[in-house]
């Protein structure tokens, strides 16, 4: 005599929604870290603290550094004052919505920032930042 189950026989199913959710998680993680492993490559300058210090690195962004002598530095390399407002209003021409970063040292004169700051200004950027050490 064979008894059976008062209770109907479920198939064996496999739930792909938590699968789903778990892929679109690694996914989204993996971008997140791979954002910020993109490298900056500017000059070494000591930079002042703040206590609100953002760090937004990215590839596409241009990057404006003054060391303490007042030299003026496009990405890594030394350019004259004229020389940097050609560069800026070429770069302009091709993105305006590009960031500028400028990061001046301590010991730089605050006229020099000025100065690279109206330069940047006249060759129409709207988004530039000043980088900054984060405090310990």
């Not at 990215?58 to 050609?86: C, F, Q, S, W, Y």
């Not at 091709?94 to 109206?118: F, K």
């Amino acid at each position: 005599m064979k008894i059976r189950s008062p209770l109907p026989v479920r198939k064996n199913r496999l739930e792909i929604i938590p699968l789903i959710d778990i892929m679109f998680f690694l996914l989204a993680s993996f971008m997140l870290v791979s954002l910020t492993m993109s490298r900056q490559q500017t000059i070494k300058v000591n930079l002042p603290v703040a206590a609100s210090a953002a760090q937004d690195i990215k590839p596409d962004m241009i990057n404006l550094a003054i060391d303490a002598a007042g030299l003026i530095h496009l990405d890594t390399r030394p350019v004259t004052l004229p020389e940097l407002e050609k560069a800026l209003a070429a770069r302009h021409a091709r993105d305006a919505a590009t960031p500028v970063y400028i990061s001046g040292d301590q010991e730089a004169r605050h006229g020099a920032m000025i100065t690279l700051l109206d330069a940047v200004r006249r060759a129409g950027f709207q988004k530039v930042a000043f980088q900054v050490r984060s405090a310990p």
